[in-house]
């Protein structure tokens, strides 16, 4: 089984991301192959970067920082839950990537975006230029999701119409066939 973990990127109050995230980690449940768990980035509350060396080494001096390591090193496969702020993507989320390297790389990453007219994909093309410095593989089919707060109840639950359904289905089988390939090359390093 895999280890595929769900990165809640918005952190502000009254936030939707939760709603979307838990969709989507229900959705990912159902596919055997994934053991699924969600990283709220509110929760971890990381503070700005703080370690004085660069994250390829390793050598870090904060225990919330060896904490985040030790998450993302566990991992196998990754789904970014993500709003577009300004045409990007949450500050926190950068600020958690930026905290590691080594334990990102080689790593498959799907995404979930919502937001107006445009989904959130111009924050989800900011985030790929970003993803694949570290090395990691961002899947070409994410689900973007226009106008989501339609699909939002008032027990704040998101309701998938079929459409959407279906894009997060066709993610999770790319993200398997990432995730498989990816492994078998991480045991060869
Ligand atoms: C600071 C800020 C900037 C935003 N910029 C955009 C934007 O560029 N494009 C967009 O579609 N929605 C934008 N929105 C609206 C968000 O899609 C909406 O507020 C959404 O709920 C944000 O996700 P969150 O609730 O998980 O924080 C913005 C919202 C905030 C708070």
Redesign the pocket.
């Known amino acids: 089984m895999y280890n595929l973990k769900i990165i809640i990127a918005?952190t502000?109050p009254?936030?939707?991301?939760p709603a979307l995230a838990d969709w989507i980690f229900d959705t990912a449940k159902k596919h055997t192959e994934f053991s699924g768990e969600l990283l709220d980035l509110a929760e971890i509350n990381l503070p700005f970067l703080d370690e004085p060396n660069h994250p390829r080494m390793q050598q870090y001096e904060k225990e919330h920082t060896k904490k985040w390591s030790a998450t993302i090193t566990s991992a196998d496969a990754f789904i970014i839950v993500t709003?577009?702020?300004?045409?990007g993507y949450?500050a926190p989320l950068k600020n958690a990537l930026d905290f590691l390297y080594n334990e990102w790389t080689y790593k498959p990453v799907g995404f979930v975006s919502?937001?107006?007219?445009?989904g959130?994909t111009?924050s989800v093309q900011a985030l790929k230029q970003v993803v694949t410095a570290m090395k990691m593989v961002p899947i070409v089919e994410s689900v973007n999701i226009p106008f989501?707060?339609k699909h939002i109840d008032e027990q704040n639950k998101f309701n998938a119409d079929e459409h959407i359904q279906k894009s997060a289905e066709e993610m999770l089988k790319e993200l398997l066939k990432w995730t498989e390939t990816l492994q078998q090359l991480r045991n060869k390093k």
Request: hydrophobic share 20%; proline share 10%; glycine share 24%.
């Open positions: 918005s502000r009254g936030r939707k991301g709003p577009e702020y300004n045409f949450p919502y937001g107006g007219m445009a959130g111009r989501f707060t």
